[in-house]
Antibody, heavy 115, light 107 residues
């Protein structure tokens, strides 16, 4: 059973950066792709991008492309996402999820951006 | 980007009812359509992938159908634990996009 455990809640100031980790257990991260999906309060999910940990190849949603980075550390079986130049509209729960059909999910990481 | 439109946005139903949620894509997505259930404070849960393939452990009262641009999630004999928000999502091409959601409430 694949389990994804994410880092915890964060509060950030506008203009700051955030990093969320997603540690996988029960499988090796090179066995699948990992995607990041966020959900703003009261809104639907939004796909941000995905990474293939085998070769580090990434694909980003265009609206995040200039400030969003995903990396994979195979030695830690962990994937990371970083979002920079935060604004209030980035307040959301950030999820990691596996494969093109999002079949396993982390528990979510709440990030609040507020001055 | 492919737009996904769900209808209705909400519905009220009773335990034991059968409900159907529609999802329309702005272009043919060749059945690369997934359905998720989400409860408050939880991550979405994959119910059905590639339009009609039920995920392991998901009750058989859930079913999916459709092709091309039009898809349907049907829940037969609604149970109390089925009251939640449901999303469709296309995985035909990036950016992967979700519908706006359908909230299923208790009548």
């Amino acid at each position: 059973q694949v389990q994804l455990v994410q880092s915890g809640t964060e509060v950030k100031k506008p203009g700051a950066s955030m990093t969320v980790s997603c540690k996988v257990s029960g499988a090796i991260i090179t066995d699948f792709s990992i995607h990041w999906v966020r959900q703003a309060p009261g809104k639907g999910p939004e796909w941000m991008g995905g990474i293939d940990p085998k070769d580090g190849e990434t694909v980003y949603a265009q609206r995040f492309q200039d400030r969003f980075t995903m990396t994979a550390d195979t030695s830690r079986n962990t994937v990371y996402m970083q979002l920079v130049s935060l604004r209030s509209e980035d307040t959301a729960v950030y999820f990691c999820t596996t494969n093109w059909n999002f079949d396993s999910w982390g528990q979510g990481s709440l990030v609040t951006v507020s001055s | 980007d492919i737009q996904m439109t769900q209808s209705p946005s909400s519905l009220s139903a009773s335990v034991g009812d059968t409900v159907a949620i529609a999802c329309r894509a702005s272009q043919d997505i060749t059945e690369y359509l997934n359905w998720f259930q989400q409860k408050p404070g939880k991550a979405p849960k994959l119910l059905i992938s590639v339009a009609s393939s039920l995920q392991s452990g998901v009750p058989s009262r859930f079913s999916g159908s459709g092709s091309g641009t039009d898809y349907t999630l049907t829940i037969r004999s609604l149970q109390p634990e089925d009251f939640a928000t449901y999303y469709c999502q296309q995985s035909y091409t990036t950016p992967y996009t979700f519908g706006q959601g359908t909230k299923v409430e208790i009548k």
